[in-house]
Structures are given as C-alpha cells and as structure tokens.
C-alpha cells in the first residue's frame, strides 16, 4: 500500500497483514506436514556460507538449515511478519539477523553472499525481474538461488482459473500472484538453473497454488568463459 493511501485504507490494510501474519502458520500447517516441511529440509540442507533468506515470513525455514553455516540473514519487510519471525528465532537456538529489508534492494554488496533463499516469495514480490536482478548482483559468482515457488500451472484449465482468481487471490494472500511464470523469469535473469523438480504442493486446500517448482540457481562465474 502506498504512501499516500488514505489513512482509512492503509489501517484496513494493516490491518489485514497483521490477521494474515496470524492465520500464515495455520494456513500452511497441514502443507507443511504433507511434504512442504521435508521439501524445505531438502533444499537448505545446500545453504553454504553467508546465506540470506528473502521473505522469511514467520521462519518456518529457520530449523531446516545445516547447523555449520557460516552465517544465516533473514530479511522481511513487512513488521507483521517480522514480529513472528523474531519470536519464533528466540525459540530456538540458532544465530541468525533480522533485517527489514526488501528483496528488490538488498543491503549487501556486490559479491558477497553465498547462498540466497527464495521459499514462497517470488510468487508475492512486486517486481521479480528486479529481485532477481538484486539476487544475482549480491550473489558471489558460483554463489546460488536456492528456491521452492509456486507457479503457474501447465494445465491449461488450472491455469485459466489461476487467471481468473488472480485479484482475489493477491487481495487475501497479501500480494501473492497465484499465476506466475516464476521458473521462466529465473530462467530469463542472468543465473543458470542447475536443478528445477516439479511437485505438487499436498495438502493445500486451493489447487492454485498446488503447482510447485523446487531447485537451484547459480550465478555464472564469467571468469570460466
Ligand atoms: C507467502 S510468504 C512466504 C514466507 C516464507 N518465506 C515461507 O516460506 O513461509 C511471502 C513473504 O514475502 C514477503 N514479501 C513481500 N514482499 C516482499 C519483498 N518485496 N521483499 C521481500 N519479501 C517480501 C511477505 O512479507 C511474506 O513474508
């Protein structure tokens, strides 16, 4: 919401974000159960090094990372979520930061993170071609993406009804575009795609967002060329 909303609408839809932060967990739980939760182990049991996540949300990522990593960033713009994503950090063991940022201007320089996290986040994103442009400038060359999304579907008749309940969808997900292309942007940045697997996210009730991309990205290292 921008900031000359009027004052009205930017509560309601603070509002909002603050019910949508407390239904997340919830909402995710019986998915999470039904192989989100062993897809997330899966794919940040890679992290390497300075890693940092996107879009942490409430951290349901934070006990899937190796316990020897270098050093673990969360980022998260918005307070709703950063409140639950600080509180369930507290609850655990691990070292991580917490920082209020987004994910189209990372507070990092070029070159110096290892592993970048994208779980769910590239769907809700205003602009992903300026994320993933952000992603690949503070990726090391040879650093890499490491993604789970949900995406449009290749079923033409899923994909129709992705179309066609987009507006609702973004308005009760808090932005979320249940009929993006995610797998072709990254495809069309400047990072390779090493390994994409296709799944279906089970357990969710709303068969939008069920088609699922999950892998990695790596960011060339030109100096091989
Ligand atoms: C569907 S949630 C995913 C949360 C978490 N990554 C997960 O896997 O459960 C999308 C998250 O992206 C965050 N988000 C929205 N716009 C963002 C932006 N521009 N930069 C970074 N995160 C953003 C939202 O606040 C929210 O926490």
Redesign the pocket.
């Known amino acids: 919401m921008s900031g000359t909303a009027p004052a009205a609408a930017r509560q309601g839809s603070d509002l909002w974000a603050r019910v949508f932060a407390a239904l997340?967990d919830p909402l995710?739980w019986r998915g999470e159960r039904a192989g989100m939760g062993a897809r997330r182990r899966q794919l940040l049991g890679r992290a390497t090094g300075r890693t940092v996540e996107?879009?942490?949300?409430?951290g349901?990522?934070l006990p899937n990372y190796p316990d020897d990593l270098e050093e673990l960033i969360l980022?998260?713009?918005?307070a709703a979520?950063r409140v639950r994503l600080d509180r369930r950090l507290r609850t655990t063991q691990r070292k991580a930061k917490v920082l209020d940022a987004?994910?189209?201007q990372l507070p990092f320089t070029e070159g110096s993170v290892d592993t970048v996290v994208s779980?769910?986040?590239l769907?809700?994103?205003?602009n992903p071609d300026a994320?993933l442009r952000e992603v690949e400038r503070v990726l090391r060359p040879g650093g890499r993406l490491l993604f789970v999304e949900h995406v449009r579907s290749k079923s033409p008749r899923l994909a129709l009804w992705q179309d066609r309940l987009e507006g609702p969808w973004r308005r009760f997900?808090?932005?979320?575009r249940c009929n993006r292309a995610t797998l072709e942007l990254i495809r069309a940045s400047g990072l390779e795609v090493d390994d994409v697997q296709e799944a279906t996210w089970e357990g969710m009730m709303v068969p939008i967002v069920r088609p699922l991309i999950f892998g990695a990205a790596t960011k060339p290292d030109s100096r091989r060329a």
């Open positions: 997340y995710l996107l879009g942490s949300g409430t349901l990522n980022t998260e713009p918005e979520m987004s994910a189209d779980t769910l986040v769907c809700t994103v205003d994320v997900a808090e932005g979320c």
